[in-house]
Nanobody
Framework: QVQLVESGGGLVQAGGSLRLSCAAS????????MGWFRQAPGKEREFVAA????????YYADSVKGRFTISRDNAKNTVYLQMNSLKPEDTAVYYC????????????????????WGQGTQVTVSS
């Protein structure tokens, strides 16, 4: 199993930036695809971004494409989400998730394929 801990959330003004981090336990991190999801109160959890185990492939929701960047450092067992040009509609709790192999890009945006989840970190964007 793997444990995930998010950090880096906070309160920023519209147009600002935040960098989220997700620290993972275990030796198997480098074999896991990783994803970021977010959830606002009363809303469904939605896909934000994902990255393959090697870091060679990335995927983004249309709503964040061009503004957010997902990356990983397997030597540090950490995945990152750089968020730029933040908008009030980005306000949500952001969750890091891990998907053990086998992993298929066709399902990268589905929460159910991710077996492990962090506790979440709050991101609030003010206008």
């Amino acid at each position: 199993q793997v444990q995930l801990v998010e950090s880096g959330g906070g309160l920023v003004q519209a147009g600002g930036s935040l960098r989220l981090s997700c620290a993972a336990s275990g030796r198997t991190f480098s074999t896991y695809a990783m994803g970021w999801f977010r959830q606002a109160p009363g809303k469904e959890r939605e896909f934000v971004a994902a990255i393959s185990a090697s870091g060679g492939s990335t995927y983004y929701a249309d709503s964040v494409k061009g503004r957010f960047t997902i990356s990983r450092d397997n030597a540090k067992n950490t995945v990152y989400l750089q968020m730029n040009s933040l908008k009030p509609e980005d306000t949500a709790v952001y969750y890091c998730a891990a998907d053990p192999p086998p992993w298929y890009s066709d399902y990268v945006n589905r929460p159910r394929v991710y077996h492990y989840w962090g506790q979440g970190t709050q991101v609030t964007v003010s206008s």
